[in-house]
């Protein structure tokens, strides 16, 4: 691994996502550059997500457990999560989702040779049960401003 540092923690909303959750959280922790922390927000799950969480992470000195009191949707969630961080960098994992190891690291490369950059926004692509690509979603690169990035998207 290169010398690349990210002062980056990632904010990990979760609902009713305990089957998923562990998978998710273990992607950002095995990082080729590491997070600084992982904040792990839970929507007010009903399913075994808060028992799970301490079973699996309640001594864990890099991933923090937030439980809303009550559902008030990802968005929020996620603003908590920022909150809570604190950190130079933010990146958003949804509970369901896996990262590649080098996820981090390709972000960190990107702010070290652009350091105009404040916003990346990632690739993603869907695999099946069996590990498989079965959608695989790239779009061009784009340099502009960010809003016409996130219009784009949405639109898209």
Same mark, same amino acid.
């Given at each position: 691994? &290169?010398?690349?540092?990210? +002062?980056?923690?990632?904010?990990?909303?979760?609902?009713?996502?305990?089957? $998923?959750?562990?998978?998710?959280?273990?992607?950002?922790?095995? =990082?080729?550059?590491?997070?600084?922390?992982?904040?792990?927000?839970?929507?007010?799950?009903?399913?075994?997500?808060?028992?799970?969480?301490?079973?699996?992470?309640?001594?864990?000195?890099?991933?923090?457990?937030?439980?809303?009191?009550?559902?008030?949707?990802?968005?929020?969630?996620?603003?908590?999560?920022?909150?809570?961080?604190?950190?130079? !960098?933010?990146?958003?994992?949804?509970?369901?989702?896996? !990262?590649?190891?080098?996820?981090?690291?390709?972000?960190?490369?990107?702010?070290?040779?652009?350091?105009?950059?404040? $916003?990346?926004?990632? =690739?993603?692509?869907?695999? &099946?049960? &069996? $590990?498989? $690509?079965?959608?695989?979603?790239? &779009?061009?690169? !784009? =340099?502009?401003?960010?809003?016409?990035?996130?219009? +784009?998207?949405?639109?898209?």
């Amino acid at each position: 691994m &290169n010398a690349l540092r990210l +002062n980056v923690a990632v904010i990990i909303p979760t609902y009713n996502r305990a089957c $998923f959750l562990r998978e998710a959280i273990e992607s950002a922790l095995s =990082q080729s550059v590491p997070p600084i922390g992982v904040y792990v927000v839970d929507d007010a799950s009903t399913d075994d997500t808060p028992q799970l969480m301490e079973k699996w992470y309640g001594a864990h000195p890099s991933v923090h457990y937030i439980r809303l009191p009550e559902n008030s949707g990802p968005a929020y969630a996620r603003m908590v999560g920022v909150k809570a961080a604190q950190t130079e !960098w933010i990146a958003f994992l949804d509970s369901d989702d896996v !990262w590649l190891p080098d996820h981090l690291e390709k972000a960190a490369q990107i702010i070290a040779e652009n350091p105009h950059v404040r $916003f990346i926004y990632a =690739q993603r692509g869907h695999i &099946n049960k &069996n $590990f498989e $690509f079965i959608i695989e979603h790239i &779009n061009d690169k !784009w =340099q502009c401003h960010s809003l016409k990035v996130i219009l +784009n998207v949405s639109l898209a």
